[in-house]
């Protein structure tokens, strides 16, 4: 299975700040995903982010609030941008375990808290 | 409509005891994936177990097995012999488009709160 580690492990952030959230995997991916879950709730993908090419968003997430990075096939990073309590949540990066579609990792989840 | 459907409020079993956690799905691709997680309370996710649409026989692994109905299109998740480090929240999920590959989003259920009574 891929090792998936994330930085910070948790973050308290003052309203209207940024927040950058790094993900780092022991072996090189094709994709990497950001999920959001928000508090009680399920995970939801936030975007998609394939080295070398603009990251893709879904529905309700846009590149000015989430701006992703992936200069590598190890390592990328999500901002949350101009936090405001909503953003109060988990955000989780994840993998497709290379050609094997049938097995997606998860790294720990970083924790935000927005006051 | 939802895509993943987790229904139980929250699930009780005595240690030692088989539990199923329920999950029913929507979608009218051929192709697709079903995935189920483990979420303890440190909130990592931990795969757990993968059943294909196409697979003749219902996934195991060690204690999960997952009890796939395709025409009914469920995919209920077995723990047997439930431990104490089983209590955690249970998560449901679905790949489409499976074959090609160029859809690897995963959809989530609600997520099912399991407790292990000792």
């Known amino acids: 299975s891929a090792v998936i580690s994330q930085k910070p492990s948790r973050d308290i952030c003052q309203r209207g700040t940024s927040l950058t959230i790094q993900c780092q995997v022991d072996s090189q991916v094709t994709m990497m995903f950001w999920y959001r879950q928000q508090p009680g709730q399920s995970l939801t993908l936030i975007a998609t982010a394939n080295q070398g090419s603009e990251a893709t968003y879904e529905s309700g997430f846009v590149i000015d609030k989430f701006p992703i990075s992936r200069p590598n096939l190890t390592f990328s990073t999500l901002t949350v941008s101009n936090m405001s309590p909503e953003d109060s949540s988990i955000y989780l990066c994840?993998?497709?375990?290379?050609?094997?579609?049938?097995?997606?990792?998860f790294g720990p989840g970083t924790r935000l808290t927005v006051l | 409509a939802q895509k993943i459907t987790q229904t139980q409020p929250g699930m009780f079993v005595q240690e030692k005891e088989a539990v199923t956690l329920d999950c029913t799905y929507d979608?009218?691709?051929?192709?697709?994936?079903l995935f189920w997680y483990k979420q303890p309370s440190s909130g990592e996710m931990i795969f757990l177990i993968y059943q294909g649409s196409y697979d003749q026989q219902n996934a195991t692994e060690g204690r999960y097995s997952l009890n796939f109905q395709k025409a009914r299109k469920s995919a209920n998740l077995v723990i047997s012999a439930s431990q104490l480090g089983d209590s955690a929240m249970y998560f449901c999920?679905?790949?489409?488009?499976?074959?090609?590959?160029?859809?690897?989003?995963?959809?989530f259920g609600k997520g099912i709160t399991l407790s292990v009574r000792p």
């Open positions: 999920a679905m790949r489409e488009d499976f074959l090609t590959g160029a859809n690897s989003k995963l959809t």
């Open positions: 994840s993998v497709d375990h290379g050609g094997r579609p049938n097995e997606q990792f």
């Open positions: 979608t009218s691709d051929p192709s697709y994936g």
